[in-house]
């Protein structure tokens, strides 16, 4: 029996200070995640943690900047955002000898959301740039049925991937009006909108998306999602999980995965999970696409039969 153990003891990988290192299945790490990713990334460290008793993940959930600069400077081993790397941040891993993984896993979205006493349902892709270019400041410019109210465009980080992710995909802008500005989460930013007729309010898909979450409910009772169209002849659609999958909603974002660990181990092994059957059906539960599971889609027909 000592025998026994010994030879265990001996295949235990250890570090240079002789500390037990973890593997794919135990051990501990920080892992640092853009906030807007919460509903996600919850569930899934709940069920990975389920099935691996002796892993153990610290999240951090912050901006997205944060999250990436953590992992640059090996504050956390894993961070999960919504972009890939930039040259620059991938050159700053490579000059310390480390060689990151990069791999998406699902495919989220930005919601758009106002308040219930707004009547506005609906909204062209171009009157967002023109609401992030300062061109548009009142609601009635939208529609001039709508009563004369100022607009308020809220968001959930001064560094929000959000704000990012509008930069680099619809329009390139400095700096935003000043009737657009932070509420340092997602959460806030419904709270806020629930509360002023005047606001519009951009959050995760994932916020909204899971029918059987209370909070996700709670929410959905508190505002209203808008349909967004990419011209004025084409068609609305709300980010509903089968119009994202199928690219019919055009505020669509990946969810990657980035590690910097140098050999196999809990981050490496949280990621296989979160890719694997399992973490992709918790993607699939939150309302999102996941990335390595194929989606089927299931048309209903409400014709009555002869």
Excluded at 156 to 174: E, Q, V, W
Excluded at 185 to 191: F, G, I, K, L
Aim: aromatic share 6%; net charge neutral.
């Amino acid at each position: 029996m000592v025998v026994a153990m010994a030879l265990l003891t001996s295949c235990t990988e250890r570090d240079k200070h002789g500390k037990v290192l973890d593997t794919p299945s135990s051990g501990t790490i920080t892992v640092t995640v853009d906030e807007s990713l919460k509903p996600l990334i919850d569930p899934e460290i709940v069920a990975f943690e389920g099935n691996y008793r002796n892993a153990h993940i610290n999240v951090i959930y912050t901006s997205e900047s944060e999250a990436i600069d953590a992992l640059l400077i090996d504050s956390a081993r894993l961070s999960i955002v919504t972009r890939r790397l930039a040259a620059t941040e991938e050159k700053s891993l490579t000059d310390q000898q480390i060689k990151c993984r990069q791999l998406t896993v699902a495919t989220s979205g930005i919601a758009l959301i106002v308040n219930r006493q707004n009547q506005d349902t609906l909204i062209q892709l171009q009157d967002l740039k023109k609401i992030l270019s300062g061109e548009i400041k009142t609601w009635k410019m939208i529609n001039k049925s709508s009563p004369p109210l100022g607009m308020e465009v809220v968001f959930d980080h001064p560094n929000s991937s959000m704000i990012r992710f509008l930069k680099d995909s619809l329009m390139a802008f400095d700096t935003l009006p000043k009737n657009c500005f932070a509420v340092e989460s997602n959460t806030a930013v419904v709270e806020y909108v629930s509360q002023k007729p005047q606001a519009l309010g951009l959050i995760d898909v994932s916020w909204i998306s899971d029918s059987d979450d209370s909070t996700a409910n709670s929410f959905l009772g508190s505002v209203r999602v808008l349909g967004i169209s990419i011209a004025q002849d084409s068609s609305y659609y709300k980010p509903y999980q089968a119009y994202i999958a199928q690219r019919h909603y055009p505020l669509r974002r990946e969810v990657v995965m980035i590690s910097r660990e140098a050999r196999t181990g809990l981050a490496s092994g949280f990621i296989a999970f979160v890719a694997s059957e399992k973490g992709q059906r918790v993607v699939l539960k939150a309302g999102l696409v996941p990335a390595t599971m194929p989606l089927r889609f299931v048309e209903v027909n409400h014709k009555p039969l002869n």
